[in-house]
């Protein structure tokens, strides 16, 4: 059983940071593609970043100011920078594969999300 856990959430004031954690359990991870992905209150959920080894990719809206990063087990999203619209749940994904995937159907794997609420 894949479990998935973010943690690091919070309220921070416009051009703050926070980092974000997700820690993957219940299997071996390292050829697992995991992701970051976020859900504003009305909105869809959209993608935010994913990493695969060394390949990332992120979203145009958070480029030059999230960074993604894994160590084993360990996700982390590192956010400067932050805007009021970056507010939303984030949650942690992951799938069995070797490419930075951008699409949330191809995720197997979720957790269960933390609240990030940036004010202006």
């Known amino acids: 059983q894949v479990q998935l856990v973010e943690s690091g959430g919070g309220l921070v004031q416009a051009g703050g940071s926070l980092r974000l954690s997700c820690t993957a359990s219940g299997r071996t991870f390292g050829s697992y593609v995991m992701g970051w992905f976020r859900q504003a209150p009305g909105k869809e959920r959209e993608f935010v970043a994913a990493i695969s080894g060394r390949p990332t990719r992120y979203s145009d809206s958070v480029k030059g100011r999230f960074t993604i990063s894994r160590d084993n087990a360990k996700v982390y999203l590192q956010m400067n920078s932050l805007k009021p619209e970056d507010t939303a749940v984030y949650y942690c994904?992951?799938?069995?594969?070797?490419?930075?995937?951008?699409?949330?159907?191809?995720?197997?794997?979720w957790g269960q999300g933390t609240q990030v609420t940036v004010s202006s």
């Open positions: 994904a992951a799938r069995r594969g070797s490419s930075p995937y951008i699409n949330s159907e191809e995720y197997n794997y």
